[in-house]
């Protein structure tokens, strides 16, 4: 492909064409190399420019985790559902664990066990790797180098957070319902006799339900 350094008309179309065709989203790295090692910032402000073209449009262009794709505008979603029987289903222990990875990655199988008070199964972990949204990202280093787990852009995309830092905080759950009352939330959580919650905190718990209300895509009638 031509330079297209210093011709941003050009340059969006590029943009638009490649991730048009791209199998997967795509980081600025991946994008710049693909146009010929074209200028980085050039790229971000092109994506910008490209992002604020689609925003009111039925596919909007959007990113996830540093990697750039198109998707489907939400209020349209309904016009492209189908709905399938799926005999899976996302366990309360499922969505502790995910929420746990979510706030504290990366992490160990036995850092999770620490917070929840009670031993995680392999099964656990291999749904959410499954599922795409958890990855294994390593080893600690300390002694017998255990594996250390975080979230996936799959994650990020799937209860649409731009990163981690989108992550609910304890205003944000109470806002939208999910801490009501929140005090009883913070009560359950501090519980010394309740064995579910030992150790986590109340954005956690919060969290937790958020996950079995997104968990659309692993149990019930879920859109293919």
């Known amino acids: 492909m031509s330079d ?12 638009e064409a490649t991730l048009f065709a791209a199998e997967e989203p795509l980081t600025i790295d991946q994008i710049s190399a693909h146009l010929g ?3 980085k910032s050039l790229v971000r402000d092109g994506l910008q420019a490209l992002a604020h073209h689609y925003e009111n449009r039925g596919v909007r262009l959007v990113e996830r985790g540093k990697r750039w794709h198109f998707e ?5 979603a309904h016009l492209l559902r189908r709905e399938k029987e799926q005999v899976r289903r996302l366990s309360r222990a499922a ?4 929420a746990i990875v979510a706030y504290h990655e990366p992490v160990s199988r036995a850092e999770i066990e620490s917070i929840r008070g009670v031993q ?3 099964g656990t972990l291999d749904v959410l790797m499954e599922a795409g949204w958890i990855k294994l990202a390593g080893r600690r280093e300390v002694p017998g180098r255990p594996v250390i787990y975080a979230t996936t852009p799959d994650f990020l995309d799937h209860f649409g957070l731009g990163s981690r830092r989108d992550l609910p905080g304890i205003d944000e759950l109470r806002a939208s319902g999910l801490l009501d009352p929140v005090d009883d939330a913070f009560e359950e959580a501090m519980s010394a006799g309740t064995e579910e919650n030992e150790g986590k905190d109340v954005a ?4 937790e339900h ?9 149990e019930g009638h879920n859109p293919d």
């Open 37 to 39: 090692d074209c200028d």
């Open 210 to 218: 958020q996950c079995e209300a997104g968990a659309e895509g692993l």
């Open 95 to 98: 969505t502790e664990v995910l």
């Open 72 to 76: 489907t505008a939400a209020d349209l």
């Open 4 to 15: 297209l350094n210093g011709e941003p008309d050009e340059l969006e179309r590029g943009l």
């Open 120 to 122: 995680t199964s392999s």
């Open 204 to 207: 956690e718990i919060g969290l």
